[in-house]
């Protein structure tokens, strides 16, 4: 059993400090608690082990999100009646995520996170870590402001910033505010880089002391998260040569639009054609040579947060290079092919407009009724 039963339900908002898992496990929401019943039943379908359950529960977030997005992908190819075995044996010790049968035709996938828009998570709950210790300094004589230039994997020690903050307002005593304003001071710390300012409060009253927040820390690249989960994952790590084989990549970066996978895929995009004769750094295409042929296409799976797929869509992109390549009815969504002539590739689509409630089997009315009511309000 995944979720512990013995659980105290409440009806708090996650909070900062708090693993995605704990939060789906205790929270009494209409949404968590049918969520919750997705996932169990998905897995009773699954043939499993306890490190997957230990993955789903992880207290590092990427690995939770990660094992989730594995399960969709396989009640999805379940519901389309495909025969799916999770980690198939073959002559290499590493195996993909699943080998699927087809009719008599086999296939494998392979499941990954588009890394930083999932890393982010992690960075935003050590950043909140920082934001909370200086929320608990009450009554302050000046508003904290924090800028984080660098986020590092370990926690901040709240002894060593409260005593470099207040070394910071020894050196603010005298100045106006609007003098304050350019005085910022780097607070360095393994790894860490946040440069703190002061703003002085109007009155002693005033209990908050955390100001203004700003983060330079990381610019998420999706494009490159992309190519990076493509080049991790090639068939030829698992041994495989000879068969089809599909990368499922889950991409949660809200401003990343799917007709970006054109320059990912390609390194080009010239409206209705990519033009291959001078292509930069790509997922297919590299120094005007196909690369990654054996990837036969792209599973792209966008915004797919179980608890939040409202936003969700998927789509096929097909290899045109590709050794191997799928049937453009295989799978019952979108999807995006190439005619080559010459050294242009013309754009191809089969727009399906498909729900991914039913691809899912799962009640949209009631999956958007009141997510966070709970039975008892």
Same mark, same amino acid.
């Given at each position: 059993?995944?979720?512990?039963?013995?659980?105290?339900?409440?009806?708090?908002?996650?909070?900062?400090?708090?693993?995605?898992?704990?939060?789906?496990?205790?929270?009494?929401?209409?949404?968590?608690?049918?969520?919750?019943?997705?996932?169990?039943?998905?897995? #009773?379908?699954?043939?499993?082990?306890? $490190?997957?359950?230990?993955?789903?529960?992880s207290k590092n977030d990427k690995q939770h999100y990660a094992?989730?997005?594995?399960? %969709?992908?396989?009640?999805?190819?379940?519901?389309?009646?495909?025969?799916?075995?999770?980690?198939?044996?073959?002559? /290499? !010790?590493?195996?993909?995520?699943? =080998?699927?049968?087809?009719?008599?035709?086999?296939?494998?996938?392979?499941?990954?996170?588009?890394? +930083?828009?999932?890393?982010?998570?992690?960075?935003?709950?050590?950043?909140?870590?920082?934001?909370?210790?200086?929320?608990?300094?009450?009554?302050?004589?000046?508003?904290?402001?924090?800028?984080?230039?660098?986020?590092?994997?370990?926690?901040?020690?709240?002894?060593?910033?409260?005593?470099?903050?207040?070394?910071?307002?020894?050196? !603010?005593?005298?100045?106006?505010?609007? $003098?304050?304003?350019?005085?910022?001071?780097?607070?360095?710390?393994?790894?860490?880089? *946040?440069? @703190?300012?002061?703003?002085?409060?109007?009155?002693?009253? @005033?209990?908050? =002391?955390?100001?203004?927040?700003?983060?330079?820390?990381?610019?998420?690249? =999706?494009?490159?998260?992309?190519?990076?989960?493509?080049?991790?994952? /090639?068939?030829? /790590?698992?041994? @495989?040569?000879?068969?089809?084989?599909?990368?499922?990549?889950?991409?949660?970066?809200?401003?990343?639009?799917?007709?970006?996978?054109?320059?990912?895929?390609?390194?080009?995009?010239?409206?209705?054609?990519?033009?291959?004769?001078?292509?930069?750094?790509?997922?297919?295409?590299?120094?005007?040579?196909?690369?990654?042929?054996?990837?036969?296409?792209?599973?792209?799976?966008?915004?797919?947060?179980?608890?939040?797929?409202?936003?969700? /869509?998927?789509?096929?992109?097909?290899?045109?290079?590709?050794?191997?390549? *799928? #049937?453009?009815?295989?799978?019952?969504?979108? $999807?995006?092919?190439?005619?080559?002539?010459?050294? +242009?590739?013309?754009?191809?689509?089969?727009?399906?407009? #498909? +729900? %991914?409630?039913?691809?899912?089997?799962?009640?949209? *009315?009631?999956?958007?009724?009141?997510?966070? =009511?709970?039975?008892? !309000?």
């Amino acid at each position: 059993m995944v979720f512990d039963t013995d659980v105290v339900l409440t009806a708090d908002a996650k909070q900062v400090q708090e693993t995605s898992f704990k939060f789906l496990e205790r929270s009494s929401w209409n949404r968590c608690a049918m969520v919750r019943g997705l996932v169990s039943s998905w897995l #009773a379908e699954m043939d499993y082990d306890a $490190e997957f359950i230990s993955q789903i529960k992880s207290k590092n977030d990427k690995q939770h999100y990660a094992a989730l997005f594995e399960l %969709v992908v396989y009640n999805f190819l379940k519901r389309q009646g495909f025969g799916v075995s999770k980690h198939p044996e073959l002559l /290499k !010790s590493t195996t993909p995520d699943f =080998s699927m049968k087809v009719d008599t035709e086999g296939y494998f996938l392979e499941c990954t996170l588009s890394g +930083n828009s999932f890393e982010t998570i992690e960075e935003e709950r050590r950043k909140g870590a920082v934001e909370d210790i200086i929320r608990q300094i009450h009554y302050y004589p000046y508003f904290i402001n924090l800028d984080f230039k660098s986020i590092a994997k370990t926690s901040v020690s709240a002894r060593k910033i409260r005593k470099f903050i207040d070394l910071v307002k020894d050196n !603010s005593e005298g100045f106006s505010n609007e $003098e304050l304003f350019y005085r910022r001071y780097l607070y360095e710390d393994g790894g860490w880089k *946040i440069e @703190i300012s002061l703003l002085r409060k109007s009155h002693d009253g @005033i209990k908050t =002391s955390l100001g203004v927040i700003e983060n330079d820390a990381k610019v998420i690249d =999706s494009k490159k998260a992309i190519l990076s989960a493509l080049n991790d994952k /090639k068939p030829s /790590k698992y041994g @495989i040569t000879d068969a089809p084989y599909i990368i499922c990549i889950c991409n949660n970066d809200m401003f990343f639009k799917e007709d970006e996978m054109y320059s990912v895929l390609f390194g080009t995009d010239n409206g209705t054609y990519i033009n291959l004769s001078y292509p930069e750094s790509s997922g297919f295409f590299y120094h005007r040579s196909p690369i990654n042929t054996t990837v036969s296409a792209i599973l792209f799976f966008k915004n797919t947060d179980v608890l939040t797929l409202g936003g969700a /869509k998927w789509s096929v992109w097909h290899n045109p290079f590709a050794k191997n390549p *799928i #049937a453009y009815s295989l799978f019952p969504v979108d $999807e995006y092919y190439f005619e080559i002539i010459g050294e +242009n590739l013309i754009k191809k689509q089969i727009i399906k407009e #498909a +729900n %991914v409630f039913s691809l899912l089997d799962i009640d949209e *009315i009631r999956y958007n009724t009141d997510p966070k =009511s709970t039975d008892e !309000s």
